[in-house]
Nanobody
Framework: QVQLVESGGGLVQPGESLRLSCAFS????????LGWFRQAPGKEREFVAS??????NYSDSVKGRFSIPRDNGRNTVFLQMNSLKPEDTAVYYCAARFFQSESYSIWGQGTQVTVSS
């Protein structure tokens, strides 16, 4: 059974950086697409970024500021967030879908990111 455990949220000032972690366990990570989503208060959950192997996809709102490094030895993926803006404030979720599936079925618990001066 695949499990995802997130960590790393917090309060930062505009322009600063933050790194979120998502530890993957239960099956071979190579069979899954790992995604990051976020949900701000009063808004719907939105796609942020995804990865499988060396492939990466980013939403337009974070392209050039966010990246997804990976620690292969620990089956952990990260969301490296640079040049943070107040509009990046949200609960961030790590998610996984089997590579042949169209929908994400496994979700982490979420972690709060607040960008404020």
């Amino acid at each position: 059974q695949v499990q995802l455990v997130e960590s790393g949220g917090g309060l930062v000032q505009p322009g600063e950086s933050l790194r979120l972690s998502c530890a993957f366990s239960g099956r071979s990570i190579s069979l899954y697409v790992l995604g990051w989503f976020r949900q701000a208060p009063g808004k719907e959950r939105e796609f942020v970024a995804s990865m499988r192997g060396n492939a990466r996809n980013y939403s337009d709102s974070v392209k050039g500021r966010f990246s997804i490094p990976r620690d292969n030895g620990r089956n952990t993926v990260f969301l490296q967030m640079n040049s943070l803006k107040p509009e990046d404030t949200a609960v961030y979720y790590c998610a996984a879908r089997f590579f042949q599936s169209e929908s994400y079925s496994i979700w982490g618990q979420g972690t709060q990111v607040t960008v404020s001066s």
